[in-house]
Every structure is written in C-alpha cells, then in structure tokens.
C-alpha cells in the first residue's frame, strides 16, 4: 500500500503562510492525493484534493510535484482557527478507502 | 444540508460490557465508513459498507466488534464485550458515488462518539 510521510510538528504565526509537505514516493497512477484536517474534538474535514494538477479552493492551494512523488499543502495565511492535526492522504482507486498516518499538528501563535 | 449524524456523544461503560454506536450518513450517500482513532493517532478504518453490503471488513476485530447497514442508510456499530484497548473515539463517515471514478469524492465526517471503557 502506498504511504506517506509528514512531519510530526509544524509551527506558524498567525497571518503568515504555511507550507506543509508531504512525501508520497510509491503513489501509483490513479491515486488522489487528499488533504483533511481534524480540529480538536472533531472529526475530520476535507480541506482539498488533487490527481495531477495544482488545485486552489477557498480553504487551501495544494501544489503536486511533477512526478507526483511529493505536495505541499498551503494555507496562505495562517489564523488561530486552522491550529489542527493535517493528515495528507492517499486515496486508492480500488478500495475507496481513506487510509489516515499520523499527520502533522500546526500549531499557529498570535 | 444536514451532516453525518452520530450518537450517543459520549459512552463510558465497564469492561466486559457491551456499547452500540449509531450513524446516519448525509441523504442519498451510499459509502458508509467507521472508524476508530486512539487518542494520539490518526483514524483507522474497521468497516466500510457501500450501500448494504461490505465492501471492506479486514480490521475489524470481529470476535468482539459487529457492524451493519441494514436499509443502506442508518449503520450500528456494536462492542461487545468491551476491553480496556477499546477506549477511543468512534468516527462514522459517509461518501457519495459519482459516475465513473469515485476516489476524488469527498468524504464527510460525524463528530463522532466517544468510549472510555473503565
């Protein structure tokens, strides 16, 4: 199954843009690349997805390297309110199923 | 539009007891997920049904743990007997089917329920 990797931690200041990568070297062709973040006591929410190319929505950007071994995900400016645990996900093609790591926790200061 | 319904919120029970869990997926969602998230780690998928029928049951502990979808809409999950290692959040998640590749669908969570067994 392919996995990915992201750091445990990440901090920011608040209003500043935040660059959270993730590492997916063994993605296969038809694997989406899936973003959600999990707020304390909550579950999970859907921040963005993409296949191929880069995708922007009201929430986040997502940039996917090339050979789509690797992406970012950017909040462009971080508020007190994205403090969350970001899991970036690989979504297989067969199964439909959402496979969660341990994700990185942001934390952002005033 | 209503979200993906969950309770009871909160559950604290002894050991060797049993607990049911329920779910009410977002209107006309036809993947239904549950999963399971120790406080600390992220969510681990037991059960998935798409419509009535189970797509993918391989981590469910299924000498303790039981899951159905009777009607394709409404899930339960059921613990029994509950053991300590059971303490955890229960998350219920449903999805759509879109024609044609379904991987890019979103996927909704509930708030889910939370089980401290003591």
């Known amino acids: 199954d392919a996995k990915t990797t992201q750091p445990n931690s990440m901090e920011s200041n608040e209003e500043e843009p935040v660059h959270l990568p993730c590492n997916h070297s063994?993605?296969?062709?038809?694997?989406?690349i899936h973003w959600y973040r999990q707020l304390p006591s909550q579950g999970p929410e859907y921040v963005i997805h993409?296949?191929?190319s880069n995708v922007n929505n009201r929430m986040a950007s997502l940039a996917i390297a090339e050979d789509r071994k690797s992406s970012t995900l950017i909040l462009h400016r971080a508020t007190l309110r994205d403090a969350a645990v970001y899991y970036c996900?690989?979504?297989?093609?067969?199964?439909?199923?959402?496979?969660f790591g341990t994700g990185t926790r942001l934390q952002v200061f005033p | 539009e209503a979200g993906v319904a969950q309770s009871p919120r909160y559950k604290i029970i002894e050991k060797r007891q049993s607990v049911a869990f329920w779910c009410n997926p977002i209107?006309?969602?036809?993947?239904l997920y549950w999963y399971q998230q120790i406080l600390g780690q992220g969510p681990k998928l037991l059960i998935q049904?798409?419509?009535?029928?189970?797509?993918?049951d391989s981590q469910l502990p299924k000498d303790r743990f039981s899951a159905e979808r009777l009607k394709g809409v409404d899930s339960t999950l059921k613990i029994q007997p509950a053991k300590l290692e059971d303490s955890a959040v229960y998350l219920c998640?449903?999805?759509?089917?879109?024609?044609?590749?379904?991987?890019?669908?979103?996927?909704?969570f509930g708030e889910g329920s939370w089980l401290t067994v003591v």
């Open positions: 998640a449903s999805s759509s089917l879109d024609r044609g590749l379904s991987s890019g669908n979103t996927i909704y």
């Open positions: 063994t993605i296969s062709g038809t694997d989406y």
């Open positions: 993409g296949l191929t």
């Open positions: 996900i690989l979504r297989y093609y067969n199964t439909d199923k959402l496979i």
């Open positions: 209107s006309g969602h036809a993947t």
């Open positions: 049904f798409q419509n009535n029928g189970v797509v993918d």
